[in-house]
């Protein structure tokens, strides 16, 4: 075998393999896959053949470390078939890229790489573009075909709807999408029904993905109409149709099957899509390029807005169903009215304890007894103050040149829905009315007047989505009222700016699309934000300035800081004299004791919070109704357990087992070695992690855990 070696820094060395090897090994479809082919044919579809990774995993919506894979893998299969010649480094390294491509470094560890002219040439004699078109014969058909490509998003997507759903058991996660009728043209992702989902369909020689608001009639679901089912999906969407993701796949051509209107008042047996269309060719074929597109959005922006619409769907069938009850019933459970009365007092409390105890779960059940409106952030170690306060985000003009703006963070945003709910100021449909008024003015175009002057002038709208007002004058200079100037006025009475235009829209709107106020007679409405595993982010990096607001000694506005953007704020932000957290917000956070990150929590910052330890023994109520029939055994073992770690020197009650690890036993049939196996004894390693006799200490607690050691007796010396 011939031993080509080349320099750690050569790109451009001689070409190894001829254009009638290229042809047979492109020719013979047992060697070439699908993904061979797709990484090929987006590299050759380049002006001169070639393009960086990170280009093309933006263009084509992946990550540039699977295209880079794909390269190495196919380039290593080529030398191994063909067996004669191996590409090494003077180091000794084996490199394989440049048996497909000559490569150039164009900044850092970015390099632009090209298809070697002998692969070109055969590309092109053997029309493989087109040649590689996959023929669609049925839905059946292509649901087998994304079923088999989709890889490792049948489980990532069925684990995630587990979680959304609260399902204990996900469904089969050998599919993502289920077809087993041919009586229809479309296929929906595997378990779905009376939610957001997944929608795939050919028909008209048309393929159409996206997501799915089902209307349909569905068995077993008699408590509510589908109607009611899909609502909170819809409404959730609406909201969200602003969003990131929701912008990106815009941009790439998913649109609505409907009008607004229309999708926001559904009716029975219908389903509507937001989705993307292509069309297949009269031979039935798809292009390979086109068929990945459609792979990888199932897998990227599309995933996205399908967990976040159904988040937050699921809060709004909460505050459904909080509204349902407007009398807040007394809270019996003894540790949740303790977490009750230290939360009323303190504003802000840290629920702290061994892992698996149930902390977060505990701080949604008091949000959700308090009938409060909540919201859960993650805290992570890049988390900070741009994402939790406020920060420049950079965005893109109308002529396509890039700037950076203000935007809101969670925290500052969530403050603001409850400063508005204290005010009665926040309208229930504004985003529905103002959507339908748009789109309105975009179709028909609109003329109005000023009040005073009677000086007529017309609108259109931009392409943020905000009004241009242009006066019948000689000059028609442009003004752009945007939908927070509108939005404020509605709310506050407040004129920001250009009123003789501001006032005369507000009025159409309100004359036209019936505004209406939210039902906030509850002006003492409670907002709780929960922090989850609020140690793990730096917390002076995350608060900035609110570390003083954050007191409860001073929510409302005697805690008014001016925030580091304070010049960049605009008129109509209530927080333009600086930011305070509203006396109806209260915040909970949760922490495990004893995550290696809890000394980042300085004394300074744990004097703000009341504390409260969740102990394992107090949380067991959460097995009621899950592990009925191990819960007397689950209980024992548990107890045993906690014991034996106690006895570890070094360890304590901080190093607990919590019952939520038990509630595992149903994925299991109640088998407690697979639970012990698969879950409990690597955290317990973890624990021991660094002790001499540390697996002598571990069959100790599996002795324990198997109720194989009494705590009464001598035989446990500790």
Not at 206 to 212: A, N, P, Q, V
Not at 252 to 262: A, Q, S
Not at 419 to 428: G, Y
Not at 476 to 498: A, H, N
Request: hydrophobic share 35%; proline share 3%.
């Amino acid at each position: 075998m011939e031993q080509v070696v080349v320099r750690s820094d050569d790109y451009n060395s001689k070409s190894q393999v001829t254009k009638y090897e290229w042809l047979e090994i492109l020719s013979d479809d047992n060697f070439m896959t699908n993904n061979y082919k797709y990484v090929l044919s987006i590299f050759f579809l380049e002006p001169e053949y070639k393009a960086t990774c990170k280009y093309l995993a933006e263009k084509y919506h992946t990550h540039s470390n699977s295209l880079t894979a794909l390269v190495t893998h196919f380039s290593r299969s080529v030398q191994e078939r063909l067996n004669r010649f191996e590409i090494t480094t003077e180091e000794g390294d084996k490199t394989y890229w440049l048996v497909t491509m000559l490569g150039k470094k164009v900044a850092g560890n970015l390099f632009e790489w090209t298809l070697r002219d002998e692969l070109v040439e055969a590309i092109k004699e053997l029309d493989y573009i087109n040649a590689n078109a996959i023929r669609i014969d049925s839905i059946g058909h292509l649901v087998i075909l994304i079923n088999k490509d989709i890889g490792d998003l049948k489980r990532d997507f069925l684990i995630a709807r587990k979680e959304l759903t609260g399902n204990q058991r996900i469904t089969n996660s050998k599919l993502l999408f289920k077809y087993d009728s041919e009586d229809r043209e479309w296929a929906i992702n595997e378990g779905a029904g009376t939610e957001v989902q997944y929608h795939i369909y050919l028909s008209d020689n048309k393929i159409g993905y996206g997501l799915g608001f089902n209307t349909l009639y569905v068995r077993f679901k008699e408590e509510k109409t589908p109607i009611e089912y899909i609502k909170p999906y819809i409404d959730a969407f609406m909201a969200l149709k602003d969003s990131d993701e929701m912008v990106k796949l815009a941009d790439r051509g998913f649109v609505l099957n409907t009008d607004e209107y229309n999708f926001q008042n559904p009716v029975r047996d219908e389903h509507y899509l937001f989705g993307r269309i292509i069309a297949l060719d009269d031979a039935k074929k798809l292009h390979l390029v086109e068929y990945y597109n459609i792979i990888n959005d199932l897998k990227g922006d599309l995933f996205n807005a399908y967990k976040n619409v159904f988040k937050l769907a699921n809060e709004l069938n909460m505050t459904e169903k909080s509204s349902v009850q407007p009398i807040q019933q007394p809270i019996n459970n003894p540790l949740l009215k303790e977490i009750s009365e230290l939360l009323l007092a303190n504003k802000n409390i840290v629920l702290t304890g061994a892992p698996g105890t149930g902390k977060t779960y505990l701080a949604k059940t008091l949000a959700e007894e308090w009938g409060a409106e909540y919201e859960l952030i993650q805290f992570h170690p890049s988390y900070d103050y741009t994402d939790f306060v406020e920060g420049l985000r950079p965005i893109q003009n109308e002529n396509g040149e890039v700037g950076f703006e203000l935007r809101d963070g969670s925290f500052k945003n969530f403050c603001k829905r409850a400063l508005k709910n204290q005010a009665n100021q926040e309208l229930d449909n504004f985003d529905q009315a103002y959507a339908s008024f748009i789109e309105d003015v975009t179709e028909k175009g609109l003329e109005l007047a000023t009040r005073v002057q009677g000086n007529p002038f017309r609108i259109t709208i931009n392409k943020k989505g905000d009004c241009v007002a242009i006066p019948d004058t000689i000059k028609q200079t442009p003004m752009i009222v945007t939908k927070s100037y509108i939005q404020t006025y509605f709310e506050t009475g407040k004129v920001i700016d250009w009123k003789p235009y501001l006032i005369p829209i507000c009025n159409y709107i309100k004359e036209k699309y019936a505004l209406r106020m939210s039902d906030t007679c509850d002006k003492n409405k409670k907002f709780i934000i929960i922090l989850d595993e609020i140690n793990r982010a730096e917390i002076s990096k995350v608060l900035g300035e609110l570390f003083f607001s954050i007191d409860p000694g001073y929510r409302g506005e005697s805690g008014r800081v001016t925030t580091q953007y304070a010049n960049l704020q605009t008129d109509e932000d209530v927080f333009k004299e600086g930011f305070y957290i509203p006396d109806n917000v209260y915040i909970i956070g949760t922490m495990n004791d004893i995550d290696r990150s809890v000394e980042s929590f300085d004394f300074a910052m744990r004097r703000r919070f009341a504390w409260k330890e969740i102990k394992s023994a107090d949380r067991l109520s959460m097995w009621e109704g899950q592990i009925d029939d191990w819960a007397e055994e689950a209980k024992q073992r548990l107890t045993d357990l906690n014991k034996a770690i106690e006895s570890v020197q070094g360890l304590n009650s901080a190093y607990h087992v919590g019952p939520s690890y038990f509630l595992k036993l149903t994925n299991y049939d109640g088998d407690f070695d697979k639970l012990w196996t698969y879950h409990l004894e690597s955290l317990l390693l973890e624990y021991l992690r660094g002790y001499p006799d540390a697996d002598q200490q571990i069959q100790g607690l599996k002795d324990a855990y198997n109720l194989q050691l009494g705590f009464d007796d001598d035989r446990n010396d500790g």
